[in-house]
């Protein structure tokens, strides 16, 4: 009996609603259309709890403290964190803005700029980074897990590494791994619409966390530590603040850019806009500057610098023998950092790095299948090798803003200048010449030439600093790269403005929602509410 291969491909798409007015076609599934008022279910209080997942995490406490392994000053690394804090958070009301209106995602807006073809472009860009980040949040959780059960198992902080110590990954930093992955695999299950809860409660258990150390830290070290009153380290020290800016921006750079992959959620406009403007650059400065403090007063008290809180949690522990007391204590505030963990890694990896996976295949990969591909390939980076050191987390963070930030400059100059935000949404969705997006067999040359011009000016500064390269003639190009983020989106902004003044867009100000009718459209009443 033959086996019926069209019944099995049917089977093996991406399930539909089941009063679905849309196909999965490969252009469009449920993730991908503009989100019907039913789902659209996050207020003014859901993107409060969504900004304190995303600045209230490892990844803030850690630049913060990483700042001043790099060689700023407490007072000079905080300074960078709220300038950085507050053009994030401008990044992300004006990347939002098209969800808000449109309801739709980042990986669907591409396509108005970079062309129906072209968008695969920064959706594989940003699936690379959200691979990359997961993986590094990943290995975050599992070495908070590690320190957790090891505040009940004091013995595995001590067992025998079996694994070749040149890999950077201990044995049980593997097991803690395994435990992570065991929690986070099963929460993508929970649809984006209905994270709202677990936003407060992983934000008011990673604060427990955060508040607990700083009071021990402070309370032990009698003030701030002796770091406060040391000067900066750095040798240049303008040109070392800058690059801290830019590593803020490297850092959350790429879900300012995906902003609507959230913002689209919204139940009215504006909904999101107190969060980015207040609650993101207070939450990211806030617990970096915790973070800042509490490293600086450690290492009055352990006698090492702690960047990184897990490992400070795993310090303090053995400085004080294993005693009972600190031993819960210790529990407790690695049981928040493993919560903050699993909720960052759902909130800026799984759904947005989900969503630009369904993009590249709708018919058969949604959110949920895509978040399972991109952990498989986030462990095989093997983030254990990237967090060997603070230099190496600090390229990292600000080698992402290199791509992402002419990116955003591009989309920002066509659509609240070039477009006026007057989107045809249904073209959105229309593969071939009939769509005014489809430009030049399927790429808009106009965007790639803009992302281009704006990319190349930093690469030497990427690699002269990766590659820690000292020479005299790399210090102009290093200078540059120190501020990547700002250049790159001036220099794509500015580019991709002149380019469409000297040869204008074809209907830049034709507006239109779904056709109601069509195997490739929506409803209107499910866009319009």
């Known amino acids: ?89 401008l990044l992300s009301l004006a990347c939002g803005w098209m969800g808000e209106q449109h309801h739709i995602g980042f990986t669907v807006c591409c396509r108005f700029t970079w062309g129906m073809r072209g968008s695969y472009i920064p959706v594989i860009l940003r699936i690379f980074a959200g691979c990359i980040w997961f993986g590094l949040q990943a ?36 097991i803690g791994l395994v435990i992570w992955m065991c929690l986070f695999i099963p929460g993508v299950l929970i649809k984006p619409e209905k994270l709202q ?27 701030p530590g002796a770091m406060f009153r040391e000067p900066a380290a750095a040798p240049n020290v303008g040109w070392a603040f800058m ?3 830019t590593s803020v921006l490297g850092a959350w750079g790429g879900g300012a850019l995906g902003q609507s992959d959230w913002t689209r959620y919204a139940t009215r406009i504006h909904a999101p806009t107190v969060s980015q403007l207040v609650a993101s650059p207070f939450t990211i ?55 903050s963990q699993l909720s960052i890694a759902l909130v800026l990896n799984a759904l947005s790095c989900g969503m630009d996976m369904a993009g590249l295949w709708p018919r058969y990969i949604n959110i949920r299948r895509g978040s ?44 609240h200048f070039v477009r006026r935000r007057k989107l045809n949404i249904g073209d959105l969705y229309v593969g071939d010449a009939s769509s005014i997006y489809w430009y030049h067999h399927g790429f808009h040359y106009r965007a790639l030439v803009a992302f281009i011009l704006g990319v190349w000016p930093l690469l030497p500064g990427l690699v002269g600093t990766v590659d820690g390269i000292t020479d005299a003639s790399f210090v102009g190009w290093i200078r540059l790269y120190n501020l990547a983020y700002l250049v790159g989106i001036a220099i794509s902004f500015s580019v991709f403005w002149l380019l469409c003044t000297v040869f204008p867009l074809p209907c830049p100000g034709e507006e239109r929602t779904f056709d109601p009718g069509g195997q490739r459209t929506l409803a209107l009443d499910e866009v319009t509410g």
């Not at 025998?160 to 593997?174: I, Y």
């Open 1 to 89: 009996m033959g086996v019926d291969w069209v019944a099995f491909r049917e089977k093996l798409q991406c399930p539909r609603d089941h009063d679905a007015h849309y196909d999965n076609t490969t252009w469009c599934n449920r993730d991908l259309i503009p989100i019907p008022p039913r789902r659209r279910t996050f207020g003014v209080w859901s993107f409060i709890g969504y900004w304190s997942v995303a600045g209230c995490c490892i990844s803030a406490w850690s630049i913060g403290s990483t700042l001043l392994a790099f060689g700023l000053s407490p007072q000079q690394a905080i300074g960078a964190v709220v300038v950085g804090g507050v053009l994030t958070g």
């Open 139 to 174: 290995f975050w959780g599992g070495q908070a897990t590690r320190v957790t059960i090891g505040a009940l198992i004091p013995g595995l902080a001590h067992m025998h590494n079996s694994f070749d110590p040149k890999s950077h990954l201990q044995t049980n930093d593997f």
């Open 197 to 223: 809860t677990g936003f407060f409660a992983c934000c008011v258990l990673f604060c427990g966390s955060c508040f607990g150390l700083l009071i021990w830290a402070v309370s032990q070290a009698h003030g």
């Open 243 to 245: 690059f801290a800016i």
């Open 285 to 339: 400065s806030v617990t970096a500057i915790i973070g800042i403090v509490v490293t600086s007063a450690s290492r009055d008290i352990l006698g090492v610098l702690q960047w990184n809180p897990i490992y400070l949690l795993a310090s303090v522990q053995e400085h004080y023998g294993n005693s009972a007391g600190v031993r819960t204590g210790v529990f407790f505030a690695g049981a928040g950092l493993v919560c």
């Open 372 to 415: 399972y591909v991109m952990a498989i390939l986030g462990i095989a980076s093997q983030p254990w090798q990237i967090l060997t050191s603070a230099s190496k987390f600090l390229s990292v963070m600000s080698g992402f803003g290199v791509f992402f930030a002419p990116a955003t400059g591009i989309m920002l100059a066509d659509y």
